[in-house]
């Protein structure tokens, strides 16, 4: 997209008819959104996705996702992926995807960039704890969770709770779907509907940056051998498209492996969905969301040894017993943190307790503990049970 207006810049009008000439018609031009819940004047320079995805990047949430991890705990080394390093990976994946569908990168990087704020510390063995402990008080799922601090628990403006953003990416949160996502659908977001190719974009983006970053983590740490990986298919290829022969894997060849690696995925993608596109034919974001099917996605071959590497990542890495043990380790932290804030919830903050009044003393502190990072609940947990630590 080219071209400036006379006096030498591009108003928001001029963006939303170069969105209008240029992106395929299967896309979602800003233009054409839906809107935000409440009044909130557009601004001149910046399209509706666009302001979106700054109010994500400048919020509390966002800024904790430095400290929450997703295998690896924060104090085991700063060399590995966090929440806020997987987003970012997400949305790079994304956009490339996006761009190479002509699809609006814009509204693909708001939802990238949000799809995370709702985790809770310690990766999802804390989110099945708090699960586990709001079973029956209609239970925790990160997406929903992020769906409340977008829309309720950040307050940043005078005239509105959470950041207002628009219907589309609101949608593309709440119908975020992954191996690893439970993916909800609310009655206001259409569940009977697919979500924009935006945000099928980001679904299918996550799915390779956890399989390709974890694979990565787990090289580095050392719980992964090279050698171990040789009977999966998909890893070979990598390693053959980067004309890596030596099975000893040193640092830069696992870069490029990787390298190669995200490439293989990506590309597998966008040829794939742009070969479902042509066969279903929309012509226009409505019409993708209609099919109901998602259409962004994997060949049902690349599909078929992704499996056997998501299953290999099980085995040897999401269940080593290094792993198993910090997680058992999480379990009991937010338990315990849990417990006490219920049984006492003076021991809260105030802003916490007057939350209480608003959502019950469960939802309450099951929103107190998705917000902590890991170094914070383990400070917090040292400061309620360790009697030589200040309160």
Do not use: C
């Amino acid at each position: 997209m080219t071209g400036t207006g006379a006096n030498g810049f591009l108003t928001r009008e001029q963006w939303e008819e170069q969105e209008r000439q240029w992106l395929a018609p299967w896309a979602m031009r800003s233009a054409d959104s839906r809107g935000r819940e409440y009044p909130d004047p557009e601004r001149p320079y910046r399209s509706a996705f666009q302001r979106d995805r700054d109010r994500v990047v400048h919020t509390t949430a966002f800024r904790r996702l430095e400290y929450k991890t997703q295998v690896f705990v924060t104090y085991e080394g700063d060399y590995y992926r966090t929440r806020l390093t997987h987003t970012i990976e997400v949305a790079q994946i994304a956009r490339t995807i996006a761009r190479a569908l002509r699809a609006n990168e814009d509204l693909v990087e708001a939802i990238a960039m949000a799809h995370d704020l709702g985790h809770t510390p310690f990766g999802h063995t804390g989110e099945a704890t708090l699960h586990e402990l709001m079973r029956d008080h209609d239970g925790f799922d990160h997406n929903h969770q992020t769906l409340r601090i977008v829309t309720l628990l950040e307050r940043r403006y005078p005239d509105f709770p959470g950041l207002n953003l628009t219907w589309e990416v609101r949608e593309g949160i709440i119908k975020h779907m992954t191996e690893y996502d439970r993916g909800l659908s609310a009655a206001e977001y259409e569940p009977d509907r697919a979500p924009t190719l935006e945000g099928q974009i980001v679904n299918a983006a996550d799915e390779i940056a956890y399989s390709t970053h974890d694979l990565d983590d787990g090289l580095r740490v050392g719980y992964i051998k090279p050698e171990a990986l040789q009977p999966l298919a998909v890893w070979n290829t990598a390693l053959q498209n980067a004309g890596i022969h030596d099975q000893a894997l040193g640092e830069v060849d696992r870069h490029r492996a990787i390298r190669r690696l995200i490439d293989l995925e990506v590309t597998d993608v966008i040829r794939h969905t742009v070969e479902r596109l042509r066969e279903a034919g929309p012509q226009s974001s409505e019409e993708v969301r209609a099919l109901g099917a998602t259409v962004v996605g994997h060949s049902p071959h690349l599909a078929a040894l992704n499996r056997e590497l998501k299953d290999f990542l099980f085995h040897r890495l999401y269940r080593d017993w290094r792993v198993q043990r910090m997680a058992n380790k999480a379990r009991r932290f937010v338990s315990l943190l849990f417990q006490t804030y219920i049984d006492d919830p003076r021991q809260l903050p105030d802003v916490v307790r007057e939350a209480m009044d608003r959502d019950g003393t469960y939802r309450a502190v099951a929103d107190h503990i998705a917000g902590m990072t890991d170094r914070f609940a383990l400070e917090e947990y040292r400061k309620l049970f360790d009697p030589m630590v200040n309160p």
